[in-house]
């Protein structure tokens, strides 16, 4: 396995590891009275390692790998992509948070803009890790900003948390808003145009 690589503080570039993960969930199976070696759950452990290896896919992910296309449009005005689906892991309870990002920007003056679908793919290299919506949001915002060199960015993520639904406090229909707002857009009419694209339905 690769040393481990601090990777925007989070996680390692390292590889997953299906084995330990395997045995980690068995382990949890015995921890929680069930019996790993019956007919149901014989392939369950196996199952389960493969499916955290796509949930956290994002941690071998870097946001250079997605924002690949980049074209020299002279577009000055502002690009927004609504309503992207968020699908992350709280990494509190690892249970997961899902909803809606919009991510806007307005091109570097020199007209560095990149393909509309790489923003849904940037999304989900932060999203495909254990998250907090907070950090989610601030990590898309900045590497947009340090990859694009954009005038100014705004994210906006509304998700629902299953920590909170299914358990714990069970409020199932509570929504978290978070916003990361940088360059230009800080500019108070600027933002309340973009606000008022992201709310319009
Ligand atoms: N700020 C923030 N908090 C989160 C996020 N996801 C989950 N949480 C919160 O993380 C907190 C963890 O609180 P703890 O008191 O350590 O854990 P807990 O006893 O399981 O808390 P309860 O959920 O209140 O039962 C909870 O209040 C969660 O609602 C997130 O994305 N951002
Ligand atoms: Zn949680």
Redesign the pocket.
Known sequence: MTDPVTLDGQGSIGEFDEKRAEAAVRELLLAVGEDPDREGLRETPGRVARAYKEIFAGLYQQPEDVLTTTFDLGHDEMVLVKDIEVFST?E??LVP?RGVAHVGYIPASTGKITGLSKLARLVDVYARRP????RLTTQIAESLMSILEPRGVIVVVECE?M??SM???RKPGAK?LTSAVRGQLRDPATRAEAMSLIMAS
């Open positions: 709280c509190h309870h948070f998250q907090v919506q907070e948390h920590c909170m358990r714990g406090i978290t």
